[in-house]
Structure formats: C-alpha cells, structure tokens
C-alpha cells in the first residue's frame, strides 16, 4: 500500500517567471507520480516585509507554519545569487523556527547561471537547516539553466540524477513515518506491526 505523506516544496526566488520555481513543478510532477501529496509555497506570493522580532507576524508566515507542521517531507529550491542562497529565504527562515523544521527531512536544490555552480549555495542553506534543527538528507540537486532549455528537458545523467534527488527524500520520509508508527505504538496509540 501507499504510503500517505505530504511533501511539501518551496521556491526561495523572487522572480517571475523563476527558473527555480520550473525546476521544482517538474520535482513535484515526479512526486505527484510517485504518489505524494504535496503542497507549493512560492516565497514571491507572500510578499513578506524583512523580518522584525518586535512586529508580529504576518498572517502569511501563520499559515505557511502550519503548513510546514504538516509536512512529512519538504523541497526547498533556492536560486545561487552571489554564490550563496537569496536574501528572500533567509528572510522566510528568519520567521520560523525549530517546530516547523525539526525531524522532518529536508532536500536541498539550487539553480544557477553557471554551470560549475550551485554547491556553495547548497552547503550555506544546510547549515542554516542545521541550526533550524532540520534533517538535511545527504542528496542534493544543483543545476545551471544553460544545462537545460525551455521545455527543461534533461539529459540521461541529468534525469537520474533528478530521480536520485527525489528517491533520497522519498527514502527518509518514509523512515520518518516508520519510526512514528513505531512512537505511537509505544505509547498505545497503535499495535505494533510484528
Ligand atoms: C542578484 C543575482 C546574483 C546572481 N549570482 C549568481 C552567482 O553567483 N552564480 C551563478 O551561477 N548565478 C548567479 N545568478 C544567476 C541565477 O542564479 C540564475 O539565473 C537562477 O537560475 C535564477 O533563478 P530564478 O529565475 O528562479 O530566480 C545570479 C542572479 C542574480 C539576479
């Protein structure tokens, strides 16, 4: 049987029409196809002012938290400008906190101008995960727009590795759901499966 999770993508890019948010519809297609329920928050459609601590929140952060709490699973795409990852998803991150984050695993993509781009970017958003206590999965998928063309086909390599990318978060996920059955049927909400 299929597993019912929820997989929950963001874009962290601004732009209009964004290659990163065309990047994650095709992740979230393969999802979708794999079976997974999945939600999409693009960043550019909370229009979220620079965080303040002393203000409160915006009713947009309300929601995209309890979305997050939600989530068995989570895509987060970020463009690479200036060899990291956007002010607009630290920005989002600034917000948030450990309860939407921790113990749900986390798999990082970036899009670039160039081709030998993109790690940097990656490497900088897991360690803000980290401290967000977040579980970033080991797979990760970086890709230029001049390794690509309109239709963002891709070739063979470039597919698997796609499929490797998803296949990865797919693999925690359902380790994660795993272990809650097993907490809740320690707790006697559930038997335990011999
Ligand atoms: C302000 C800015 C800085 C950028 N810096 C880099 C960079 O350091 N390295 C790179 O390869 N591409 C860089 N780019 C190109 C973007 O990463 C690339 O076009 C990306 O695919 C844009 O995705 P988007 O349309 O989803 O925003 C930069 C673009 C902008 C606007």
Known sequence: MEQERIIVLINGSMNN??????VLKEVEKRLQKNKAKTMFIDIRDLQLPVYDPKAESPKEIIEVSNILKKAD?????????HGSYTGAVKNLLDYLGFEEFQQTPIALLATAGGIKSGTNTLNHLRLVFRNLHGHVIPQQFAISKNETNPELEL???????LEKFIQGLETEVHKKLLFEKWEKSQSGEVPAEK
């Open 17 to 22: 029409p964004s290659f990163t948010k065309k």
């Open 73 to 81: 699973g989570l895509v987060v795409g970020v463009p690479e400008y």
């Open 155 to 161: 070739d063979p390599s470039m597919d698997l590795r």
